[in-house]
C-alpha cells in the first residue's frame, strides 16, 4: 500500500482512511455528505496526489499523442488542457486522462491512479517515434482545491489571476511559496475551483497554507466518497465503474472527444461504430420511487426482463434523490424512457434523464 506526502496529515485530521487504486486514501472526514455541500456551497481541499502523471518531450510527441488518444490534440494550444481517452485494440477503453500543453514539444498526461503502469505501458508500446517519456508520477502531488469560494479564498497565494483561468485552461507560477505549480481549472466536482499540482517535498507547505488562506471562507478536507458523489451528479464518467477494457467510446456519450479528423488506436472501427449505432448506451437515471441504486444492480424492463447494468448509483446530496448511471439496450436509452432499478426483491421505477443532474 502506497502512502501520498500527506497521508500523516489526513491520519492526524481523523480521517477515515481506505485502501484505494494501491494507496492508503482519505475516504471522508466529517461524513460524506457535509463535505459534498462543502465543496458545492464554499470550497474544500481533496488530496488525490494518487493520479498519475507522465512527461512526453520530442518532435514527435504530439504525433504519439494523436495516435494513442481519441481526441485532437492538435488543437492544443500551451496553456490549455483536454479530457479525452486512449482507445484499445477490441473497442474498449484503456483509461481516461487528461492531456496538458506544456511547452511547444512538451505534453502532460494526467491519468487514473488504478492504471498508471497499464497506462504507461500501452503509450510505451506505441512510441516508435522516439519520444522521451517520463513518468513522474511517484514525484508529483496533485490537490483539487475546488467550490465556489475556490478563487476568492486562494487569490492571496499566487499573482495569477485566478479568476481569469478558464474551464481546461492552466496557469503555471507561484503558489503558496513555491515556483513553478501548475495551477488548472480542470477540476471533477462541477462546482469550479482548481488542481495544483507540485512536488511531493512542497505538498505539505501548499497544504497547510492553503488551509489558512481558506480558514475565514470555511475550507475543510473533502475525502474522495465526495468526490464520488460531486462527479456523479455531473454525469462525470469513472473508469472503472463506467468505462473500461469492454466499453466503447460510442457507447459511454464520448463520442465529443472522439475525433475521426485523424487515425488513431481502432478508429476505423469506432467509427463504423457511430455510423451504424451501437446496441447500448450509457444512459443517467433518477428513481422515482424510494431507493438507491448501487454499481452492479440490475436493469429491468416493466416485465422484469433484464435490460443493463448499474455502473454508479447513489442518494445525491444536492437533491436528495436517488440517482445513477448504467448501460441500457438503445431502445430504452431515450430521455424519460421508463426503466426499473432491481433493489434486492423490489423493482424500483426510475427514468431516463439528461446529465448533468445537478444543475447550478
Not at 53 to 74: C, H, M, P, R, Y
Not at 278 to 290: H, S, W
Request: aromatic fraction near 10%; include cysteine.
Amino acid at each position: 500500500m502506497k502512502n501520498t506526502a500527506l497521508t500523516h496529515v489526513h491520519e492526524k485530521l481523523g480521517a477515515k482512511m481506505v485502501p484505494f487504486a494501491g494507496y492508503n486514501m482519505p475516504v471522508q472526514y466529517e461524513g460524506v455528505n457535509a463535505e459534498h455541500e462543502t465543496v458545492r456551497n464554499g470550497v474544500g481541499v481533496f488530496d488525490v496526489s494518487h493520479m498519475g502523471e507522465f512527461l512526453l518531450t520530442g518532435e514527435n510527441a504530439l504525433a504519439l499523442i494523436q495516435k494513442v488518444t481519441s481526441n485532437d490534440a492538435s488543437v492544443l494550444e500551451i496553456g490549455r488542457a483536454q479530457y479525452s481517452c486512449l482507445p484499445n485494440n477490441e473497442g474498449g477503453i484503456v483509461d481516461d486522462l487528461i492531456v496538458y500543453r506544456m511547452k511547444e514539444d512538451q505534453y502532460l498526461l494526467v491519468v487514473n491512479a488504478s492504471n498508471i503502469d497499464k497506462d504507461w505501458n500501452w503509450i510505451a508500446s506505441h512510441n516508435d517515434l522516439g519520444v522521451n517519456m517520463l513518468n513522474l508520477s511517484d514525484d508529483y502531488s496533485l490537490l483539487a482545491i475546488q467550490g465556489p469560494k475556490a478563487v476568492e479564498a486562494m487569490q492571496s497565494l499566487t499573482s495569477v489571476d485566478l479568476a481569469a483561468i478558464k474551464y481546461y485552461h492552466f496557469e503555471v507560477g507561484p503558489f503558496a511559496g513555491i515556483d513553478n505549480v501548475i495551477i488548472s481549472a480542470t477540476g471533477y466536482t462541477g462546482s469550479g475551483g482548481f488542481e495544483i499540482y507540485c512536488k511531493n517535498s512542497e505538498v505539505e507547505q501548499v497544504w497547510h497554507k492553503v488551509f489558512e488562506a481558506g480558514d475565514a471562507f470555511g475550507i475543510k478536507p473533502i475525502g474522495l466518497a465526495a468526490r464520488d458523489t460531486l462527479r456523479l451528479e455531473m454525469g462525470f464518467c469513472l473508469y472503472g465503474n463506467d468505462i473500461n477494457d469492454t466499453t466503447s467510446p460510442i457507447e459511454a456519450g464520448l463520442g465529443w472527444i472522439t475525433k475521426f479528423t485523424k487515425e488513431f488506436t481502432n478508429s476505423e472501427n469506432l467509427k463504423k461504430q457511430k455510423e451504424t449505432g451501437v446496441t447500448r448506451k450509457l444512459i443517467g437515471f433518477e428513481l422515482i420511487e424510494r431507493g438507491i441504486p448501487r454499481h452492479d444492480y440490475e436493469i429491468v424492463d416493466a416485465n422484469g426482463n433484464n435490460i443493463g447494468i448499474v455502473t454508479s448509483g447513489t442518494m445525491a446530496p444536492s437533491l436528495g434523490k436517488g440517482i445513477g448511471m448504467g448501460y441500457v439496450a438503445t431502445e430504452f436509452a431515450a430521455v424519460d424512457s421508463e426503466i426499473f432499478i432491481q433493489i434486492r426483491n423490489n423493482k424500483v421505477k426510475a427514468k431516463v434523464v439528461k446529465m448533468p443532474f445537478y444543475k447550478k
